[in-house]
């Protein structure tokens, strides 16, 4: 008999499961020969063949390497078109090269890329994030992770405490402090597979579950908490939505116990263009964001109160600003200014999320169709432009539930299926996300892609 794995109450037959990999496999290398002579001459001096090592993560035997993209569709370098529901994991949310970003960016590159001065793009982006996001003072960076990092330094330095606190199974970029989940016995330990960590993450991070009201009073209580990160809605290990008030809860007890609350919407900002923080009215101290509001240029920042801002000015001497570990000489360049404002005025619009949200939602219904005409006990979750699917009947409520539903075997099997036939998932999750040149045409292609691969998967051989 075959080796069998059960998850929930269809069994998956992991012989047939990897027979139709190998299928796949074959037909990948098959139709990407020139994505395979790229890959062979990268492996001379890129580790794995890629530039980032997370790359090898794409399904198949080789990355498939970018001719063009445009819009919500790329063309590899064998020629395949192919939808893009990846879109950058986020980074290309507004579609490939917008062309009010492409022409503001275009026009910067001639006036000057870096200066260590402000131009006056940075007002109107500060203005615009304000009004988004409610909160009056904001600071540039290059990603979403050095705006993590800057808004914890400042946490502890105006709390005068050691200790961040985290959601299981989140994720905010390369942040030290956020490499750290619950072991069995339910202890912050530090997440499996993290390399070169500086310290031990119990050393300075509390991890708490995902809408456990309780468990976050508890990690509070000890008095040493300088700041809650979270992100609105988990979105790194599947989505994984709040229960009722549970943001508010939050709020409250970061008030409770004089603990600076951190709002994450690198990821959640697909629920409309304020995020999840304007969408439900939330009040947190500082607020972070990236990749998407530059239109693809790299970029990321930060915003905070007034009090956060009082707070800062009376503690930080002039003479020290520049070297206690906040800033970056290409911090608020001019390239990434005028990427952002261009983005954020004519493309990150209502507008455009009242287009990218029923597409969403039209995915999630295909899907869903796909998910019950197979009979598989699986489930999708929605949150704005965003939707995935993930292998189990419910919702989960917490890290650890969505982690143990988790399949990565067959997660890569989905993957490379669905791009074998020109449709990119993110290679992390089984994420779908919109963007303004979206269509319909592509969801459809996605619905009848699905549901053949999940009716196949399921049928007896």
Not at 36 to 44: D, K, M, P, S, W
Not at 85 to 95: K, N, P, S, V
Not at 140 to 161: M, V
Not at 352 to 364: E, N, S, V
């Amino acid at each position: 008999m075959p080796e069998r794995a059960t998850i929930d109450r269809v069994t998956i037959d992991r012989a047939r499961l990897a027979q139709l990999h190998g299928r796949e496999l074959a037909s990948f290398r098959a139709a990407r020969p020139r994505s395979a002579a790229l890959a062979e001459r990268a492996r001379a001096h890129l580790p794995g063949g890629v530039p980032m090592c997370w790359m090898v993560k794409w399904p198949g035997e080789f990355p498939v390497f970018v001719e063009q993209a445009a819009g919500a569709h790329f063309t590899c370098v064998d020629g395949i078109d192919h939808i893009d529901l990846c879109l950058g994991d986020t980074g290309a949310m507004m579609g490939h090269s917008p062309a009010p970003t492409v022409e503001a960016v275009t026009a910067q590159l001639a006036r000057g890329i870096t200066t260590m001065l402000p131009t006056e793009d940075a007002i109107a982006v500060s203005t615009g994030l304000s009004e988004r996001f409610g909160l009056p003072y904001w600071q540039f960076t290059l990603t979403a992770t050095d705006a993590n990092r800057h808004a914890i330094r400042y946490a502890r330095h105006l709390t005068g405490r050691p200790t961040i606190v985290v959601h299981n199974h989140c994720y905010h970029g390369s942040v030290d402090e956020t490499f750290a989940t619950l072991d069995d016995a339910g202890r912050t330990a530090n997440r499996r597979n993290s390399i070169g960590p500086p310290v031990d993450t119990s050393e300075t991070t509390r991890v708490v579950e995902f809408n456990d009201v309780d468990g976050l009073e508890k990690a509070l209580a000890e008095g040493d908490v300088a700041a809650i990160l979270v992100e609105p809605a988990l979105t790194n290990i599947g989505i994984v939505l709040p229960d009722d008030g549970y943001n508010e809860a939050v709020r409250e007890l970061a008030t409770k116990h004089g603990v600076l609350l951190i709002n994450d919407e690198t990821h959640t900002i697909c629920a409309g263009p304020g995020g999840i923080t304007r969408r439900d009215n939330l009040h947190p101290d500082l607020l972070v964001i990236g990749k998407s509001i530059g239109g693809g240029v790299p970029c990321g920042t930060f915003g905070f109160t007034q009090d956060v801002a009082d707070r800062i000015t009376r503690s930080v001497e002039l003479e020290d600003i520049d070297v206690g570990g906040i800033g970056g000489t290409l911090a608020g360049n001019g390239l990434s200014m005028a990427a952002m404002r261009a983005t954020l005025e004519h493309v990150m619009t209502q507008g455009a999320f009242d287009g990218m949200i029923p597409l969403a939602d039209a995915w999630a219904d295909g899907v869903q169709a796909g998910i019950d005409a197979a009979g598989a006990p699986w489930h999708v979750t929605r949150l704005g432009a965003r939707a995935e699917y993930n292998f189990a009947p419910e919702p989960p409520r917490n890290g650890q539930e969505a982690h143990a539903a988790d399949d990565f075997e067959l997660q890569q099997y989905l993957h490379l299926y669905a791009l074998n036939r020109g449709i990119l998932l993110t290679p992390f999750h089984n994420m779908a996300l919109m963007s303004p040149a979206t269509t319909r045409a592509d969801v459809t292609a996605h619905t009848a892609m699905f549901d053949e691969c999940v009716r196949e998967l399921f049928s007896q051989p």
